[in-house]
């Protein structure tokens, strides 16, 4: 199973680097799209794909806030363009908490096996999440961006849970 995450940031270079360190312990890959920053986040992911982590790095210059078509976007790419089964959209204050590697397939596992032909292949897990962005592009969102949405258990950062 080929999990990966996709976000869109900016000015996030407080957290951009813990962001991706910890998502990467447990997801495949990720892409990042830096929207405009004017501090030091896309030279810190720049360094970053320079570690030669699995971190894709895009820079989306357009005005205007477009969280959901680039996330999208991003989305689509990495289903086009890798072996991704699974894509989690996250925020770049979003780490994901889960207790193994392990532990996340049997959560995605659990997904109804009849909603989709390959849920039966993973039958036995559960997740939670902002959006879906299926292989055709097709959003299901789940949350409203401007509310909280657990990823595969409560968040945390810097020791604090998120408390909703």
């Known amino acids: 199973m080929k999990i990966w995450g996709v976000s869109m940031v ?5 957290i951009v680097e813990a962001f991706v360190r910890h998502n990467l312990t ?11 920053s004017t501090d030091r986040t896309l030279a810190i992911l720049t360094a970053l794909r320079a570690e030669r982590l699995p971190l894709v790095v895009k820079r989306h210059e357009a005005p205007g806030y477009l969280q959901a078509e680039i996330t999208t976007s991003a989305a689509r790419e990495v289903f086009a363009r890798t072996p991704a089964d699974f ?29 989709h032909p390959y849920f039966a292949t993973i039958k036995g897990m559960r997740v939670s ?13 789940f949350v409203p ?13 810097r020791g604090r849970a998120d408390r909703a």
């Open 26 to 36: 447990i997801l495949d890959g990720m892409l990042v799209v830096d929207h405009n």
């Open 10 to 14: 900016r000015n996030e270079e407080d």
């Open 145 to 157: 961006f401007h509310r909280r949405a657990w990823h595969v258990g409560a968040p945390a950062r």
């Open 129 to 141: 999440a902002h959006l879906l962005v299926r292989r055709d592009g097709e959003r299901v969102q």
């Open 87 to 115: 894509v989690f959209p996250l925020d770049a204050d979003e780490f994901l908490k889960v207790g193994s590697r392990a532990e996340l397939e049997r959560y995605l596992g659990s997904l109804p096996p009849d909603v």
